[in-house]
């Protein structure tokens, strides 16, 4: 069964941090792009980063540049999303996909989790 399952998720105050992860079943993502999204109630889902699976090339939303790094730890089948600075407006439901074409940018996802959820506020 193929699966993609974040965790990490919590409620933090404006100024700190947290680490997503995304770990994969049924497959092995290393030569996956998997990006980051996040959807906020009554927003549209947006990109947040991505990594491609072709090269390691990293890719953010320009609103977390800077604050946000992604990384993957092929080993242990999963892409982490360090979070720093975090601000109420990061505040969102926050999934990861899976594009087995291995490149940022197409908009094509094959796998998506169910999401966990990032509250920000003091």
């Known amino acids: 069964q193929v699966q993609l399952v974040e965790s990490g998720g919590g409620l933090v105050q404006p100024g700190g941090s947290l680490r997503l992860s995304c770990a994969a079943s049924?497959?092995?993502?290393?030569?996956?792009?998997i990006g980051w999204f996040r959807q906020a109630p009554g927003k549209e889902r947006e990109g947040v980063s991505c990594?491609?699976?072709?090269?390691?090339?990293?890719y953010y939303e320009d609103s977390v540049k800077g604050r946000f790094t992604i990384s993957r730890d092929n080993a242990k089948n999963t892409v982490y999303l360090q979070m720093n600075s975090l601000k109420p407006e990061d505040t969102a439901v926050y999934y990861c996909?899976?594009?087995?074409?291995?490149?940022?940018?197409?908009?094509?996802?094959?796998?998506w989790g169910q999401g966990t959820q990032v509250t920000v506020s003091s």
């Open positions: 996909a899976a594009d087995m074409a291995g490149l940022c940018g197409s908009g094509q996802y094959d796998y």
């Open positions: 990594i491609s699976g072709s090269d390691g090339s990293t």
């Open positions: 049924g497959f092995t993502l290393d030569d996956y792009a």
